[in-house]
């Protein structure tokens, strides 16, 4: 019997986090969170006053479609 998942496995990475997965700086994940409507960056998840995360399956995606846009402009 196969378990579905559930959104409790998702996974949610703090900007340092994001950060290191765009191979970024901390100050861009914000520059691009602050600007998503144009960028199409992930919208970040406000947990607390002090944690801010971002659903990592978004990041990841987000990443995926800028690598595709890049190799189509050529």
Known sequence: MQSTPTKASKRYGRVKQ????????????????????????????KLSDNITVWDLDEVYAFVEARKAASRTAK
């Open 18 to 45: 994001v950060a290191d997965i765009l191979g970024s700086a901390v100050s861009t994940v914000w520059q691009f969170a602050k600007n998503s409507e144009e960028t199409g960056f992930p919208r970040p998840i």
